[in-house]
């Protein structure tokens, strides 16, 4: 039965408002970062993909604790302090002056994404129709990349205001970032429990003493898009990439607003997708897409392709994240969707930090040395898709038998 409950939330339009603020504020950032960490600070490239991976871990540690609390304790008291931990570590990478110091504003903007994810995504789910869990988290990634366009942009005209001061232009960052902070006191706690019908996953059943609640499915998943993300290294390495490539640094920012577009674009489409196809069709598309990305960067010389490379791989993050994270709400009963958010998050942002660490010791092997991790990891994509869809069909010939 569809439900005639509209999608399109207060809770959904306050909560995509606040990620594109604070998207807004991270992305005018990142693209700078490779620029402070390996320019300006003088750190070597493994150092980069360290700060990255161990933020990262940071944030996946946090989401799977704050989210089996939040199913207990309410979402948006989580939320408000992910966000203002996040603008404190904006405020610390500005003021650095060494990269343990970056690394520790890194460590605390990612441990605010790491207590507001979780919750908010399960705040999310628990806010619209079953039906529409695709288009609900698309329309929120599109909302929130959107926002990773505007924030380079911002830093370019910031950096340009400035005579190319990177100092004084990362100070900037911290203005959209309290905005964001100050928008969850609009977002609201659902008071009631929905109407039946309303409620996405799996009926929920009595769990024996000693035993997860969350169904073996969700289990096989998880594990398969982990199993993904080992590869899948920070974008912070890829910008290395295309500076490594000749280009300046206007040129990488502008390039890294072409990705975000595509990813704003795309994010909906997708959204709306995913609750019409398989998950599967829908996740192997975006990792074809990362394959076509990785492996076309990692053999390419320079010239107006990087551009397009950028614009493909783009997709890989529009048909991947909403779409993981509404297949994983899909697959639990809804007082367990903190928790089960909070175990995918956490369990991929560890195999994002093995990610960094090894393409980042890889790629600080000498001059060149980008190509390697980017080939192994574009074909790891490819082969990931191809399996994907090949398991897909093979259950769905089996149950027809």
């Excluded at 439900?3 to 991270?26: C, F, G, K, Y």
């Excluded at 205001?161 to 232009?169: E, N, W």
């Excluded at 074809?288 to 551009?307: D, P, T």
């Excluded at 928790?339 to 090894?358: E, I, M």
């Amino acid at each position: 039965m569809v439900s005639r409950r509209p999608w399109l939330t207060r809770n959904l339009i306050v909560l995509t408002l606040v990620s594109l603020m604070q998207d807004a504020a991270s992305e005018f950032l990142y693209p700078l970062l490779p620029l402070l960490i390996t320019g300006v600070l003088a750190a070597p490239p493994v150092v980069l993909g360290m700060i990255e991976g161990v933020a990262e871990a940071t944030a996946g540690i946090t989401r799977y604790v704050t989210g089996r609390w939040s199913d207990r304790s309410g979402r948006r008291p989580f939320i408000g302090a992910g966000y203002a931990l996040a603008a404190v570590g904006k405020l610390l990478v500005a003021a650095a002056t060494a990269w343990p110091v970056v690394l520790a504003g890194r460590v605390v903007d990612r441990l605010g994404k790491g207590v507001r994810s979780a919750p908010r995504d399960a705040l999310i789910a628990a806010s619209v129709p079953a039906d529409a869990l695709g288009r609900a988290f698309g329309f929120h990634r599109t909302g929130d990349t959107l926002g990773a366009v505007i924030g380079p942009l911002l830093g370019l005209a910031v950096l340009a205001a400035m005579d190319g001061d990177l100092r004084a232009t990362l100070w900037w960052a911290v203005v959209p970032a309290t905005i964001s902070a100050l928008l969850v006191a609009f977002v609201r706690e659902p008071s009631a429990p929905r109407a039946a019908g309303d409620e996405a996953g799996p009926p929920s059943t009595a769990t024996p003493a000693g035993r997860s609640p969350l169904p073996r499915h969700f289990w096989l998943v998880t594990g398969a898009l982990v199993t993904i993300a080992l590869v899948n290294f920070s974008d912070a390495l890829l910008l290395l990439r295309v500076s490594e490539l000749g280009f300046s640094t206007t040129q990488v920012v502008w390039a890294y607003v072409l990705f975000n577009t595509v990813y704003t674009l795309g994010s909906y489409p997708a959204g709306v997708l995913t609750d019409r196809w398989p998950q599967p069709y829908v996740y192997a598309a975006g990792l074809v897409a990362f394959g076509a990305g990785y492996i076309g960067l990692g053999l390419s010389r320079g010239g107006a392709g990087v551009f397009l490379l950028l614009a493909v791989y783009g997709l890989f993050p529009a048909f991947t994240d909403g779409v993981g994270k509404a297949w994983v709400s899909s697959l639990v009963p809804a007082e367990h969707r903190g928790r089960a958010q909070g175990v995918f998050q956490a369990l991929s942002s560890g195999a994002v930090l093995l990610a960094g660490l090894w393409a980042g010791l890889l790629w600080n092997a000498g001059p060149g040395s980008g190509t390697v991790p980017l080939l192994v990891s574009g074909a790891a994509a490819v082969i990931g898709a191809a399996a994907m869809v090949g398991l897909r069909l093979w259950r769905a010939r089996t149950a027809t038998r």
